[in-house]
Nanobody, 121 residues
Framework: QVQLVESGGGSVQAGGSLRLSCVTSRLFWSQYNMAWFRQAPGKERDGVAS???????KYADSVKGRFTISQDNAKTTLYLEMNALKPEDTGTYSC???????????????WGQGTQVTVSS
């Protein structure tokens, strides 16, 4: 069973930065797609950023220019660099992985437990 473990969440003031990490394990494939999603209280889970197996990245309009998704060379750790954070970025951030599905829709098969990000004004 694929395992995804997020870390790096926390509480910051508006304008601050955080770097989220998602460590993958028990992977049996060398090609797969990954993404970060977030869910604010009382709202649906939304795609924030994705990176496909070929390196193509996508971002939600609300985070373009502020967030950067990346992977380490071994592709075992997914990162989300978040700068110029806003209160509306508050939520639980989860990483997701799928061998075939990609992009910002919630059709990934494997999910982490999530890490909380709170941005205060």
């Amino acid at each position: 069973q694929v395992q995804l473990v997020e870390s790096g969440g926390g509480s910051v003031q508006a304008g601050g930065s955080l770097r989220l990490s998602c460590v993958t394990s028990r992977l049996f494939w060398s090609q797969y797609n990954m993404a970060w999603f977030r869910q604010a209280p009382g709202k649906e889970r939304d795609g924030v950023a994705s990176i496909d197996a070929d390196g193509t990245t996508k971002y939600a309009d609300s985070v373009k220019g502020r967030f950067t998704i990346s992977q380490d060379n071994a592709k075992t750790t997914l990162y989300l660099e978040m700068n110029a954070l806003k209160p509306e970025d508050t939520g639980t951030y989860s990483c997701a992985l799928d061998r075939w599905a990609g992009g910002l829709a919630s059709h990934y098969k494997h999910w982490g437990q999530g890490t909380q990000v709170t941005v205060s004004s």
